[in-house]
């Protein structure tokens, strides 16, 4: 008995239908009906995947000095930003009358400029916002600037972060303007080429090999400078510092906030040292003729305004007129553009100098050829006394020093005695004029009254 066969599609009418149906469809769609469900399916799949990874945190790998939230736009205006930035402990509401004049002296002259104080209280706020996850996206240079405790160290890179920010001029609070900034730049030049502003501070090169004034020989000033925002020597700078002030804590073996630094070490890390070396290396990497490298002999016995790289470098006078050293003149010559007080520059209290015990600081010599020759043959001699010869000299010293102590503790009484005095001899003088003028006016009051009885009298007696 032959076994009967069996649809596997179920009864014979299911199959009947299946078959009708098959017949209608197209023989090529037919056969490529699996790879269009695999592919459907595959989809599916991927959809599934990507729903259920939509609440898992990303732990995708970010580069830390790349932004995630936006692309920073590039500065591309002609113009310097018109913007003035200053740091002081406090906020202008509460400067002292000697800050609030220099202050005023930036907004007197620039009246079309903004004006802006960072204080100690919102310094800090203003780094998170410009170099958090949501500005530059730069982590390591906000916990770097937390972690930093030295005053100077934070004032030198504060103006450094501010003018790569938001660019604009930054002066110390103790720097008063004598010119507007419209005789910043001169008018022979287009200010769509130029990037920066600065002028020279110190042009000693003679002493460029000396043990303790080399280093600060040839310096650029970072008192007073005009820059656009986000240039790549402002970051230059930043970075050189964190890398330059980390190495000194690991050398020291302590953490940032506790790190010790010596004049020197604050001049030619963060200061006007630093500064120079970072702005003379951008020019060299931006020089269109790199056969030719850029030196300080490039800016020695500047006669003029010189434009390198688009930076536009002043003569000496510009921002350091007045200092006695580097042919700086006066504050009354026309390049002078600002006025340096020094009232705010007691920093060095906190990060002595090197001063000889028996010569003292060959800083004081300002560069005076004489002065400091002089220092460097005593200190030479110095060395090959015995020590007792030295401990006469210093003793010699101390003597003069006390001497010139206690004159100058009697000049200050005598002044305070001669100010006492001129302040009560004015105090009886015009005690004085206040009596006679008080004596005057009743005088002159009772004839008033006198005149006025007289006249009554005389009016009664020739009445009818």
């Not at 080429?193 to 002028?199: A, C, E, H, L, N």
């Not at 560069?367 to 220092?375: A, L, P, S, T, Y």
Request: net charge neutral; charged share 30%; proline share 6%.
């Amino acid at each position: 008995m032959i076994a009967k066969l069996v649809s596997p599609l179920g009864s014979p009418k299911l199959a009947a239908t299946t078959a009708q149906f098959r017949n209608r469809l197209p023989t090529q769609f037919r056969r490529g009906a699996p790879l269009y469900i695999a592919v459907v399916v595959f989809v599916l799949f991927l959809l599934n995947v990507t729903l259920f990874h939509s609440g898992v945190q990303d732990t995708t790998f970010v580069l830390p000095h790349a932004s995630t939230k936006h692309n920073i736009p590039k500065y591309t205006r002609a113009e310097f930003p018109r913007k003035i930035w200053q740091t002081w402990k406090v906020n202008p509401l509460a400067f002292e009358q000697r800050d609030l004049d220099t202050a005023r002296s930036w907004v007197g002259k620039n009246p079309s400029y903004r004006y802006e104080v960072l204080t100690d209280d919102n310094d800090m706020q203003y780094v998170e916002w410009h170099f958090g996850p949501d500005g530059f996206n730069r982590p390591d240079i906000v916990n770097f600037y937390r972690s930093v405790k030295a005053a100077i160290v934070k004032a030198d890179l504060l103006r450094y972060l501010v003018m790569y920010a938001e660019g604009g001029l930054y002066a110390d609070i103790d720097v008063e303007a004598l010119k507007p900034l419209s005789k910043f730049v001169p008018e022979r030049y287009n200010k769509a080429d130029i990037d920066m502003v600065i002028g020279v501070e110190i042009d000693e090169p003679d002493w460029k090999d000396h043990p303790i004034l080399g280093p600060k020989s040839r310096s650029f000033c970072q008192w007073t400078f005009m820059c656009k925002p986000q240039l790549p020597v402002m970051m230059r700078l930043i970075e050189q510092i964190m890398t330059w002030l980390n190495g000194v804590a690991k050398e020291q073996g302590v953490p940032l906030a506790e790190v010790k630094l010596d004049f020197d070490q604050i001049i030619s890390g963060t200061g006007p040292s630093a500064f120079t070396n970072a702005i003379i290396a951008e020019m060299n990497d931006a020089s269109e003729n790199p056969g030719r490298p850029i030196t300080w002999d490039t800016f020695h016995d500047l006669g003029e305004s010189k434009l390198v790289s688009r930076v536009l470098v002043l003569t000496v006078e510009a921002f350091a007129a007045g200092q006695g050293h580097s042919n700086s003149g006066n504050h009354d010559a026309r390049a002078a553009l600002v006025k340096h007080h020094y009232h705010a520059s007691n920093w060095p209290s906190r990060h002595p100098r090197y001063k000889h015990p028996a010569y003292g600081e060959v800083e004081q010599c300002n560069w005076v050829d004489e002065c400091v020759k002089k220092w460097d043959e005593n200190v030479a001699a110095w060395s090959k006394l015995s020590e007792a010869e030295q401990k006469s000299i210093i003793a010699e010293k101390e003597r003069k020093e006390k001497e010139r102590e206690e004159q100058r503790k009697k000049e200050e009484e005598e002044r305070k005695k001669k100010e006492e005095e001129d302040r009560k001899k004015k105090e009886q003088e015009d005690r004085r004029k206040k009596e006679e003028e008080e004596a005057k006016a009743a005088k002159e009051k009772a004839a008033k009254n006198n005149a006025g009885k007289a006249g009554e009298k005389a009016a009664k007696d020739n009445k009818p």
